[in-house]
T-cell receptor, first 115, second 114 residues
């Protein structure tokens, strides 16, 4: 069964460093998402991406964040200058198309720790 | 704005028994979707069950079923014949209207006692 994959599974970085989190969505999916979950808290929406552009973003998704789909398969989240409070689990999700049940399928997550 | 509330931070059930997790939501939309996701200690988000708001029939997936009360804006998850592997965090999530993202509740931690 097709699944969303994410790399790396864990990332440790120093405050102020740039990190890139990578995701490979399910191949025929058209909508892509990033969510984050700070330890012990609920899952929060960051950004959605469709047709090679951001379709929606939350207040969390400030100028330090960017997303890209560079090659038609990968979907990346870049944090330019990491802060301590960026430490969280980051989930990528993808969805097929409107009218298909709107189900988002999640990857296994990347656990980011900023020191 | 849409909100999702899970009022039970923790629940416990005996193996083979039945447990119900509560979820309420607030929306002014008429067409939307509701989901339950399971998050085991590995922290992966696994879809458990989905309900379309336009369907009156409650969704069922093997031992998992929902009680969807649209007027009351309630969407509870029933787990029958609970197994040790059901122990996890369970998140209720809403999708609908103009926003394209899922809105999650705070989760319920389910423990299963042998």
């Amino acid at each position: 069964e097709p699944e969303v994959t994410q790399t790396p599974s864990h990332q440790v970085t120093q405050m102020g460093q740039e990190v890139i989190l990578r995701c490979v969505p399910i191949s025929n999916h058209l909508y892509f998402y990033w969510y984050r979950q700070i330890l012990g808290q609920k899952v929060e929406f960051l950004v959605s991406f469709y047709n090679n552009e951001i379709s929606e973003k939350s207040e969390i998704f400030d100028d330090q964040f960017s997303v890209e789909r560079p090659d038609g398969s990968n979907f990346t989240l870049k944090i330019r200058s990491t802060k301590l409070e960026d430490s969280a689990m980051y989930f990528c999700a993808s969805r097929y198309q409107t009218g298909s049940g709107e189900t988002q399928y999640f990857g296994p997550g990347t656990r980011l720790l900023v020191l | 704005a849409q909100t999702v509330t899970q009022s039970q931070p923790e629940m416990s059930v005996q193996e083979a028994e039945t447990v119900t997790l509560s979820c309420t939501y607030d929306t002014s939309e008429s067409d939307y979707y509701l989901f339950w996701y399971k998050q085991p200690p590995s922290r992966q988000m696994i879809l458990v069950i989905r309900q379309e708001a336009y369907k009156q029939q409650n969704a069922t997936e093997n031992r998992f079923s929902v009680n969807f009360q649209k007027a009351a804006k309630s969407f509870s998850l029933k787990i029958s014949d609970s197994q040790l592997g059901d122990a996890a965090m369970y998140f209720c999530a809403y999708y609908g209207g103009s926003q394209g993202n899922l809105i999650f509740g705070k989760g319920t931690k389910l423990s299963v006692k042998p």
